[in-house]
C-alpha cells in the first residue's frame, strides 16, 4: 500500500512558477513509476508528466513539454513537478500518480493521491 499526499498548490499569475511535490509513505516507493494528471473544471482527467521507477525516463503531455519538469527522490520518497511559464489553461485540481509506464505515458495507476489546486490568473 502507498500513501499519496500532495503539496505546493496554489493561485498564480500567468507566466510564473509553482513546484508541486508529492509525498509518498508506505513501502517499495522506488519500484513504481510516478507522475502527475490534472482535471480542469468540467474536463475529464488528463495525463501531465511521468517518471520512471529509476528516474532515467520521463514522459510529458504536448501541452506541457518544455515547461514543466517532473523528478523524484527515492531517498525522500517525493515526486516533484516544476511548473513555468504557467498559463491560465493549466488552471486544474493536480494529482499525483504512482503505478506503471509504457508508451509514454501511464499504462496502469496503481494510486492517486487527494490532489492540490493550483489556479494560474490571467
Known amino acids: 500500500q502507498v500513501q499519496l499526499v500532495e503539496s505546493g498548490g496554489g493561485l498564480v499569475q500567468a507566466g510564473g512558477s509553482l513546484k508541486l511535490s508529492c509525498a509518498a509513505s508506505g513501502r517499495a516507493f522506488s519500484s513504481y513509476a510516478m507522475g502527475w494528471f490534472r482535471q480542469a473544471p468540467g474536463k475529464e482527467r488528463e495525463f501531465v508528466a511521468a517518471?520512471?521507477?529509476?528516474?532515467?525516463?520521463?514522459y510529458y503531455a504536448a501541452s506541457v513539454k518544455g515547461r514543466f519538469t517532473v523528478s523524484r527522490d527515492n531517498f525522500k520518497n517525493t515526486v516533484y513537478l516544476q511548473m513555468n511559464s504557467l498559463k491560465f489553461e493549466d488552471t486544474a485540481i493536480y494529482y499525483c500518480?504512482?503505478?506503471?509506464?509504457?508508451?509514454?505515458?501511464?499504462?496502469?495507476?496503481?494510486?492517486w493521491g487527494q490532489g492540490t489546486q493550483v489556479t494560474v490568473s490571467s
Open positions: 517518471i520512471s521507477w529509476s528516474g532515467s525516463n520521463t
Open positions: 500518480a504512482a503505478g506503471r509506464v509504457a508508451d509514454g505515458g501511464f499504462s496502469v495507476v496503481d494510486y
